[in-house]
C-alpha cells in the first residue's frame, strides 16, 4: 500500500465508520478550496482526505484496503471530481441545504462548526500609568509598541481607566497591515503631598 489512509485522516486502524465520517468532516472543512483560496497545498490536501474517505467509508473497499488488496480507486483528478463524486455525502455531513447549492461553493452556516484556531488580532493592548498632575493638566507618556516605544498625548482633564488608540502602531501582517495599539491609562494618586502641592491642591477646591 503506497498510502496511508487511516494517517491521512488522522484516525486509528481500529476507528468506527462514524469515527471515520468525522475526521473526514474536519479535515474536508480545514482544507475546502472555498476557505483558502489558490492555496495549492490546501488544495492537495483536501484531494488526499477526499481520496482516504472515499475508500475508507465503504466496507468492502476498507476491508481490502486493509488486506492490502486492489481496492480499484486511482483517487481523484480534480476538486471537481470530488464534488461530484461527493455531492450526497457532503449533503449528509454538512446539512441538506448543501445539496441545493452548486457543489463549489461552501455552505455558509457550517463555518460555525469548523474547529479552527482564532485568528491573532493585529492590535496591540497596552496599560500606562501618569501622575494626578498629568491627569489634570495634560502632557505625555511613552507607551510601548511592537518596535519599541511611541510618545503619547495625555490630554487635561483624562479620567482613570480612559483608553486611546494608537492608529498604525500594532503588529504588522505578511501582507503589510497594521493594527493599532488600545492604550489604557491608569491614574496614580500620591500617597503623601509635598506642603507646596498641598496648597496648590487646597487653593484649587477652594474656587470650585
Known amino acids: 500500500m503506497d498510502r496511508d489512509y487511516y494517517a491521512d485522516l488522522g484516525v ?8 471515520i465520517g468525522k475526521a473526514f468532516r474536519k479535515l474536508a472543512a480545514r482544507y475546502h478550496p472555498d476557505r483558502n483560496p489558490g492555496d495549492k497545498s490546501a488544495e492537495e490536501h483536501f484531494k488526499r482526505v477526499a481520496e482516504a474517505y472515499n475508500v475508507l467509508r465503504d466496507p468492502k473497499s476498507r476491508a481490502a484496503y ?3 488488496g486492489d481496492t480499484g480507486f486511482r483517487g481523484f483528478d480534480s476538486t471537481e471530481d470530488i464534488f461530484s463524486q461527493f ?3 457532503f449533503g449528509e455531513l454538512f446539512g441538506n441545504r448543501f445539496r441545493t447549492r452548486t457543489y463549489n461553493r461552501w455552505p455558509a452556516e457550517f463555518d460555525m ?11 496591540l493592548r497596552r ?5 494626578v ?3 489634570i493638566l495634560g502632557g505625555t507618556v511613552d507607551v510601548p509598541t511592537e518596535n519599541g516605544t511611541a510618545e503619547m498625548t495625555v ?9 486611546f488608540r494608537l492608529a498604525g502602531q500594532g503588529r504588522r501582517d505578511r501582507t503589510g497591515r497594521r493594527g493599532d495599539v488600545i492604550v489604557t491609562v491608569h491614574v496614580e494618586i500620591p500617597r503623601r503631598l509635598t506642603p507646596a502641592q ?3 491642591l487646597e487653593q484649587a477646591r477652594r474656587s470650585r
Open 66 to 68: 486493509d488486506r492490502g
Open 133 to 135: 498632575f498629568t491627569a
Open 127 to 131: 496599560e500606562v500609568a501618569i501622575s
Open 87 to 89: 455531492g450526497d455525502v
Open 198 to 200: 498641598r496648597s496648590l
Open 155 to 163: 490630554p487635561a482633564g483624562t479620567q482613570p481607566e480612559r483608553q
Open 12 to 19: 486509528s486502524r481500529t476507528a468506527t465508520a462514524d469515527e
Open 113 to 123: 462548526e469548523i474547529e479552527t484556531e482564532p485568528e491573532r488580532s493585529l492590535d
